[in-house]
């Protein structure tokens, strides 16, 4: 959970502190966010499925089948993330023209500069997520917390130097986080050669491809990526939208995305330890068991999720007035925008969102990508343009549309669990 609310606060950081420089940055950030939301997910579904069968394997106490594949994950990873990151270099702008073409010109100008300094830093994100992914399927999540604190110490310190010492406004903030994610990919490679791990790398300069390896880690990892990708390229259609209702609706959305997602570490930080725990079960053949943790590890996220998001509808006002230099129609907006966001997310977010954890990693992947995908489609992004553009709810619309999908979501996953259907899916060993 720790680690989680770390991995937060560097983009949460990036939009605070560069909130001194105006709305106009503040949007830039927000609109690249969006795109770099849908490439980490992406990175981390691609982890996520190398951690399954690592687990997996772990349960089957076939450590050295965990090695094996922990090796073709960060090679896999890691080749797809140096590809996107060319590719979103040289496409930066028509890239950002086509999917935020009505924004003003400065916002603009400060998407392109952002947006080029965080593709580079893709490839050492992704191998970093690999490394967490790993510990964490070893049951170490110590190491990612630790990593995860260091990066964002350089994170916040270069902000400070870049922003407001060098007077590079949005431009430092995305530096700072490519020198913190350097950092992170340097420290997860380097501890995964140590030898007292369960699953230990010893030689990264021979890759040693293992095609079935490969196949069961993406038959797993790209299931897991469309649902998150599509996922992510609808909530990118949906900014092009509430791009459209200016800079107000751009800020207020940024400013609320960001308050809204800290009560979803918890959610976020269970769901993980899930893929470790419940693949590990399933490895062993303990389907009794993986229920049993399935329920305990939700009802946690609804008890901790609720604490925080009660906690938030009190104080919204005060956290908001934390981003500095708002206006007062914007701060309004997003203190709205916060309030709906938790008085949804209390009944609906963990079993829409920790719930399907269980089912991917009994590799249940297939049914949750097709229901996150018809619901992010046909939900979220049709009623956002109906709701907001439509019915003239403006941002609100788009949020309320968010709250649609969830319910939707929760009634599916609900039923799958329950029916148990998910049960006795889990990968073939290699």
Known sequence: MVEQLLAITIGLADTVMVSTCGEAAIS????????????????????????????????????DNASVAAKQLIYTTGFCA????????????????????????????NSEIYFFWSALSYPFLALYNC?????????????????????????????????????????????????????????????????????????????????????????????????NGMFQIGKILVQGLIASFGTVSIAANAVANSVSTIPQISGGAIGLAMITVVGQCV??????QAKQYILKLVGLTYISMGLLHVFILITAPFIVSVFG????????????????CSLFAIPFWPASFTLPNGLRAASDVKFTMTVSIFSMWVFRICFSFLLARYMGLGVLGVWLAMYIDWIFRLICFIIRFVRGKWQHQQVAAA
Request: glycine share 10%; with cysteine.
């Open 283 to 288: 490895g062993a053949g303990d389907y009794k």
């Open 325 to 340: 230099n708002l206006q007062a129609e914007t701060a309004d907006l997003a203190v709205l925008l916060i309030r709906s």
């Open 82 to 109: 140096v590809v996107v990151a060319i590719l979103c270099i040289i496409g930066n702008r028509f890239i950002l023209s086509l999917l935020f073409g009505q924004v003003e010109p400065e916002v603009m100008s």
């Open 131 to 227: 490394g967490a992914a790993l510990f964490r399927s070893m049951g170490n999540s110590k190491i990612s917390m630790f990593a995860s604190l260091i990066m964002n110490i350089i994170n916040i310190s270069g902000n400070a130097l870049l922003i407001y010492g060098a007077g590079l406004g949005v431009a430092g903030a995305a530096i700072a986080s490519l020198a913190s994610r350097i950092f992170g990919a340097i420290v997860m490679l380097r501890l995964l050669h140590h030898q007292e791990n369960r699953i230990y790398i010893h030689d990264m300069r021979h890759p040693h491809l293992n095609p079935q390896m490969i196949r069961n880690i993406l038959g797993l990892g790209i299931p897991n990526g469309m649902e």
């Open 28 to 63: 830039g950030i927000s609109q690249v966010d969006s795109i770099n939301v849908l490439l980490i997910n992406i990175f981390s579904a691609l982890a996520t499925g190398g951690a399954i069968i690592s687990a997996q394997y772990l349960g089957r106490n076939e450590d």
